[in-house]
């Protein structure tokens, strides 16, 4: 274990096609995050999950955009119906929360989406 | 809401400059700051936390409450330190971390 690994690296897709990133966090670590970075910006928080349970989205995620860590492991983040303003860097990030404050956040290196 | 403010985009120094980074942060609750940083075709890594009061390869950055700042700095700057910066906010109840726009540190000959 080398650390968060994220596939595809890169994913060109046309309008209104749906994909799907996936996440492999670093083992054992039981909270899972997802950011998107746009060009010139920081990362930006989407969603995370504790375990398999999905505790908070942020607003950036649309409906389109769903989520899932069905075991508690890998994560999948599938985007519905892209759109070109989709296009952007997608971070996976995992950490072990052992409650109180904060626990290191671990990145992945990222699936940078393009739509055409 | 939180937001973190880097205001340089870039920031050129020759080796053997001093560097700062600044970096200012809005939260009304108690905040956790980091500086994040990300080297050429690698991944970001956690530099340092406020709380660990520590220096990392040079680098330290302190805390201002009264200024709500986290500037990073180092007294002399050195080719590897070439980088994109990151600062970050951590606020407990949301678990999260806000990110600002970064600084691209540029350390010349």
């Keep these: 274990d080398t650390g968060v690994s994220q596939n595809p690296r890169h994913k060109i897709t046309k309008r209104g096609q749906n994909v799907t990133f996936r996440c492999d966090p670093i083992s054992e670590h039981n909270r899972l995050y997802w950011y998107r970075q746009t060009l010139g910006q920081g990362p930006e928080f989407l969603t995370y999950f504790q375990n398999e349970a999905q505790l908070e989205k942020s607003r950036l995620l649309s409906d389109r955009f769903s ?4 075991k508690g ?12 303003g989709d296009s952007a860097m997608y971070l996976c990030a995992s950490s072990s929360w052992t409650g109180g404050s904060y626990n290191e956040q671990f990145f992945g290196p990222g699936t940078r989406l393009t739509v055409l | 809401a939180q937001r973190v403010t880097q205001p ?3 920031l050129s120094v020759f080796k053997g400059a001093p560097v700062e980074l600044k970096c200012n942060y809005s939260y009304s609750g108690s905040p956790e700051l980091f500086w994040y940083v990300q080297y050429s075709r690698q991944r970001l890594q956690l530099l340092l936390r406020h709380i660990s009061r520590e220096s990392i390869k040079g680098f330290t950055a302190d805390l201002n409450k009264g200024e709500t700042s986290f500037h990073l700095k180092k007294p002399f700057a050195q080719e590897e330190d ?11 109840t949301a678990s999260k971390l806000t990110f600002g726009t970064g600084t691209r540190l540029q350390v010349t000959l």
Excluded: D, N, V
């Design chain 1, 67 to 70: 989520a899932e860590r069905p």
């Design chain 1, 73 to 84: 492991s890998f994560s999948t983040l599938e985007i519905q119906r892209t759109e070109q």
């Design chain 2, 8 to 10: 340089e985009k870039l």
């Design chain 2, 82 to 92: 070439s980088a994109m910066y990151y600062c970050a906010l951590y606020t407990g």
